[in-house]
């Protein structure tokens, strides 16, 4: 029996999924949980053979999810699955240890082809994200990108070009003001910019924010 753990806050989403992988799959077992530390806890009770995670979680930032579970599970494979595009977050995923990436938007049978790629030891990369990860392997390490920020800054860079303010950010990350400040300095140079207003421009011209 295949025990497959899926980490998403929306329970009609999990529903959904599980119906999915039920169908597709006769030997599966779908465990769930709605965390990001419950997602860890359940794959330290219950060691599913892969993890369908989500990004956007209420107290963990999938990137931070994954980082923990390639910390103590190296091996274990995770497909991401998320509403945001491949140009938002699948570079940074894949980088950080993801088996694979597929938008919420894709097809159903897109979710079934890429759990068995993922749990056969293969990655499971769309045409989208595979020309993404082709122009960022032609980059020069000067070019203006933000694949070249820390995953931190990243996070910081994201909701400064929402609009959200360095307390607002501040108090939603649990960090100083200052600290927030210096994530923004070093944003600013890194990208050649001059202002919160270039952030929102190039945000918006990328699709990085909705």
């Known amino acids: 029996m295949r025990n497959i753990l899926l980490i998403d806050d929306h329970a009609v989403v999990r529903k959904g999924l599980k119906a999915i992988l039920e169908e597709e799959f006769n030997d599966i077992s779908v465990d769930e ?4 530390h419950g997602g860890i806890n359940r794959i330290r009770e219950n060691r599913p053979e892969a993890v369908v995670l989500d990004i956007g979680l ?3 930032n999938g990137l931070e999810v994954l980082k923990r579970i390639r910390a103590d599970w190296p091996n274990l494979p995770v497909l991401i699955l998320s509403i945001y595009g491949e140009d938002q977050y699948g570079v940074r995923m894949m980088r950080s240890g ?4 597929l938008a919420k938007s894709s097809a159903p049978e897109h979710l079934s082809e890429a759990l068995k790629k993922v749990i056969s030891g293969r990655k499971y990369i769309s045409s989208k994200l595979a020309e993404r990860l082709a122009i960022n392997l032609m980059k020069s390490p000067k070019d203006l990108s933000v694949e070249n920020l820390s995953d931190r800054e990243y996070q910081v860079f994201r909701m400064l070009a929402a609009g959200k303010t360095v307390t607002e950010i501040g108090t939603e990350l649990h960090l100083s003001v200052k600290i927030i400040s ?7 140079n890194k990208m050649d910019m001059h202002n919160n ?8 011209v990328k699709g990085l924010i909705d």
Do not use: F, K, N
């Open 33 to 36: 949980a709605d965390t990001g």
């Open 58 to 60: 209420p107290d963990m």
């Open 98 to 101: 993801a088996s694979g990436y």
């Open 182 to 188: 210096t994530h923004r300095h070093h944003i600013l």
């Open 197 to 204: 207003a270039d952030m929102v421009s190039y945000a918006q």
